[in-house]
């Protein structure tokens, strides 16, 4: 069974600049979080889709937004990017919703230079 | 405010021998918590979870033990080994308001596992 899988591996944009982060969570999996790793720093809630609904939000700034698709699949959009918004953006998945055994993608590794 | 955090950055061991990686929450509320595993560039592993109706949890060569009176967890590993080389979180939720879906993870201690 394929695990959580994020694309791209590796995204490097510029200051002011779109990114935008993708995931597919397990099959049969409906919700979707997303978290933010800073170099050194623990893993920050974001945000946390179920049922193509946004259901909960970290405190991060309006520019970070996202959408979850009907297959289950989700987006985070970071509009504006500033130099601090690099970092490790990790998506995981559950059955249903609440973060229970959420499993992990491996993340995609953000750079604004 | 929510905060869960640990008391030591880092740990080294021997392997074969036991180790304890402790964690401090502030939320009183919390209900619900889980020690994650991340080995370099890779996403966060689920290791174990525990609920605030016990005080103790055993898997697989691990043990989570939970005292809700100090708001403290630790894990313990059994029989150290170098794979279990990684960064350990502890993450704490409260399934109700509107913290429901959102993890609180503490900071991370670095556990070295010298052969």
């Known amino acids: 069974e394929a695990g959580v899988t994020q694309s791209p591996t590796h995204l490097i944009k510029t200051r002011g600049q779109q990114a935008t982060l993708r995931c597919s969570p397990i099959?049969?999996?409906?919700?979707v979080y997303w978290y933010q790793q800073a170099l050194g720093l623990g893993l920050q809630f974001l945000l946390w889709?179920?049922?193509?609904?946004?259901?909960n939000r970290g405190n991060f700034p309006p520019r970070f937004s996202g959408r979850q698709f009907p297959n289950y699949s989700s987006e985070l959009n970071v509009n504006a990017l500033e130099l601090e918004d690099s970092a490790l953006y990790l998506c995981?998945?559950?059955?249903?919703?609440?973060?229970?055994?959420?499993?992990f993608g491996q993340g995609t590794r953000l750079t604004v230079v | 405010g929510e905060s869960v955090g640990l008391h030591l950055p880092t740990l080294s061991v021997q392997e074969g021998d036991n180790s304890i990686i402790n964690c401090a929450y502030s939320?009183?509320?919390?209900?619900?918590f889980i020690w994650y595993k991340q080995e370099s560039g890779k996403g966060p592993q689920f290791i174990i979870d525990?609920?605030?109706?016990?005080d103790k949890r055993q898997g697989q060569r691990v043990t989570v033990l939970l005292n809700k009176t100090v708001k403290h967890l630790s894990l313990q590993i059994a029989a150290t080994q170098p794979g279990d080389s990684a960064v350990y979180f502890c993450a704490e939720n409260n399934a109700g308001g509107t913290s429901y879906g959102k993890l609180t993870f503490g900071q991370g201690t670095i556990l070295t596992v010298h052969p």
């Open positions: 995981a998945s559950s059955l249903g919703a609440g973060i229970a055994e959420a499993f």
């Open positions: 889709y179920d049922e193509g609904e946004e259901r």
């Open positions: 099959s049969g999996h409906t919700s």
């Open positions: 939320n009183s509320a919390s209900d619900y």
């Open positions: 525990i609920r605030s109706n016990m």
